[in-house]
């Protein structure tokens, strides 16, 4: 049965007494990384006006690794009634899909959408060794140079590897992969000459652009950042219908019912909303969205026809 399916049935089966008892407990919010992490400090900044609209706190907890498989997995075998979510990345989310192989859930059916809470645009920078001072000047250099640039990356089948793949892809380049643990030491391997580009998310790399330390080539969403209002979009720089953004995303377990779900959604909504809130968000460098789970589930749902051919055309298998 599909995941729609799933979770229709599941709604009408033994509601609504349940929806209305809900939240009978806190509930349990689990995070695809460590502390201290991007994912952990937007889950930090909704939980509680989350915990607040819902009656019950919202308690964040860790469970890095795998790169995102393990809470991933806990989210998916927890029982279906709203008191255990994950929030998830397009890692977790839609590409380790396929690249574990070893993965005990199917992603696509596991869960049950609740809400987009924010997206974040990815920036492509370079080191200052590099001899380019825009996406066109770099796109020269790699096809001068086939494969003896180098990206980095935070990790084999991130976001970071999966999206410089992307943009070899379309724009008939070559360059090599170097993976790291992490996007701080793919930043500082960049800085100090190890690398020749990078494309990771604009929060984390803009202290540095500021600094003069890199320089920022091109941003990856269809409008320019914010941030950096002066850094073109990668369309701008030439490359047609080329959008990438991370996000960060509330599920629960698929069966979860429906009217559970929509008090989980409308409490995400509410945080996201808050004034407070959505200022510390967009401090945090991610744009705020809040969506339905209806939203979520077509936005999802479009992730998966962008990356899938993608992950597939990369080669990159995972244990």
Do not use: C
Not at 116 to 137: F, Q
């Amino acid at each position: 049965m599909k995941r729609r399916g799933l979770i229709a049935a599941a709604s009408f089966a033994a509601l609504p007494a349940r929806a209305q008892e809900f939240p009978r407990q806190p509930v349990r919010m689990i995070a695809t990384s460590a502390p201290g992490g991007s994912i952990d400090v937007v889950a930090r900044i909704v939980t509680p006006f989350m915990g607040e609209a819902l009656g019950r706190p919202v308690l964040v907890e860790n469970r890095g690794g795998g790169g995102g498989t393990i809470a991933a997995e806990m989210v998916a075998n927890a029982p279906p009634d709203g008191h255990v979510i994950g929030i998830f990345t397009v890692s977790a989310g839609v590409l380790n899909a396929g690249l574990y192989r070893s993965l005990r859930f199917n992603t696509r059916q596991a869960f049950a959408p609740i809400s987009l809470i924010n997206t974040m645009p990815m920036l492509l920078t370079v080191g200052n060794r590099v001899p380019a001072h825009s996406l066109g000047e770099l796109v020269a250099l790699m096809r001068a140079r086939p494969g003896r640039l180098t990206y980095g990356s935070s990790g084999p089948g991130s976001i970071n590897h999966m999206s410089a793949h992307l943009l070899n892809t379309r724009s008939g380049t070559t360059a090599e992969h170097i993976p790291f643990r992490g996007a701080g030491p793919a930043i500082t391997a960049m800085i100090s000459g190890d690398t020749d580009f990078l494309i990771e998310g604009v929060a984390s790399q803009a202290p540095f652009v500021r600094q003069g330390t890199i320089r920022a080539l091109a941003v990856t969403s269809k409008q320019r950042s914010a941030v950096l209002p002066d850094v073109p979009t990668v369309e701008e720089a030439g490359i047609a219908d080329f959008e990438i953004l991370n996000w960060m995303a509330l599920f629960a377990p698929v069966a979860t019912p429906v009217p559970v779900v929509r008090r989980l959604q409308e409490a995400t909504q509410a945080a996201v909303r808050d004034g407070a809130t959505n200022a510390r968000l967009r401090a945090a460098g991610v744009e705020p969205v809040g969506s339905t789970a209806a939203e979520l589930e077509a936005f999802w749902d479009a992730q998966f026809r962008m990356w899938a051919p993608v992950v597939a055309a990369s080669g990159v298998v995972l244990e």
